[in-house]
């Protein structure tokens, strides 16, 4: 079984820094079938990046995502305020889904 | 648009039964992988299982925490998503998600949740 571990658990950055989150997994996984997410308060995550490095449809080009095998990474090269939010990875394999256990972004 | 409605969530003691409902619309639900994650109350994202399409065989695929106590299963004929939730602990209490897969494994639309409290 797969585990993703995600780091730091928290990020305190300002807006208009750079933020660079990382998830781990236990096994290779290719460049294949891992995905990020981003969540706010009281809301529903939604789909920022799939296959590693692909931006999901309406997300802005200031989130990108990088990585192969074991260590992948999801960059946000200038934070908006509206950006400081929970980051979750997940990964898919063989009719298995798993999510790491997030990282916060939080507002120094 | 992508849209996905749950309901049916609710107060239920240890032990019981409920089932949740997400509504679909806005794509091509019969040919969709469709599936279910929950939070549980401050704390991260657990899968919780995905149902493939008819053309794909319909198979089913369950998280270990929840097999042989949910059950998933859909209406392609009302473009409505089911999970039977049985057997309750008091540690399935969470916001549950429906979930649309898109390629790759991911899940490219959300519903806004319905919250399952186990308490007696």
């Known amino acids: 079984e797969i585990v993703l571990t995600q780091s730091p658990g928290t990020l305190s950055l300002s807006p208009g820094e750079r933020a660079t989150l990382s998830c781990r997994a236990s096994q290779s996984l290719g460049t294949h079938y891992l995905a990020w997410y981003q969540q706010k308060p009281g809301q529903a995550p939604r789909a920022l990046i799939y296959g590693a490095s692909h931006r999901a449809s309406g997300v802005p080009d200031r989130f990108s995502g990088s990585g192969s095998g074991t260590d992948f990474t999801l960059t946000i090269s200038r934070l908006a305020p509206e950006d400081f939010a929970v980051y979750y990875c997940?990964?898919?394999?063989?009719?298995?889904?798993?999510f790491g256990p997030g990282t916060k972004v939080d507002i120094k | 648009e992508v849209h996905l409605v749950e309901s049916g969530g609710g107060l239920v003691e240890p032990g019981g039964s409920l089932r949740l409902s997400c509504a679909a619309s806005g794509f091509p639900f019969s040919a969709a992988y469709m599936g279910w994650v929950r939070q549980a109350p401050g704390k991260g994202l657990e899968w919780v299982g995905r149902?493939?399409?008819?053309?794909?065989?319909?198979?089913?695929d369950y998280a270990a925490p929840v097999k042989s106590r949910f059950t998933i299963s859909r209406d392609d004929s009302k473009n409505v998503l089911y999970l039977q939730v049985d057997s309750l602990r008091t540690e399935d209490t969470a916001i549950y998600y429906c979930?649309?897969?898109?390629?790759?494994?991911?899940?490219?639309?959300w519903g806004q949740g319905t919250l399952v409290t186990v308490s007696s």
């Open positions: 149902v493939k399409s008819k053309g794909a065989g319909g198979t089913v």
């Open positions: 997940q990964h898919y394999d063989t009719s298995r889904f798993t």
């Open positions: 979930t649309w897969e898109v390629p790759e494994g991911a899940f490219g639309s």
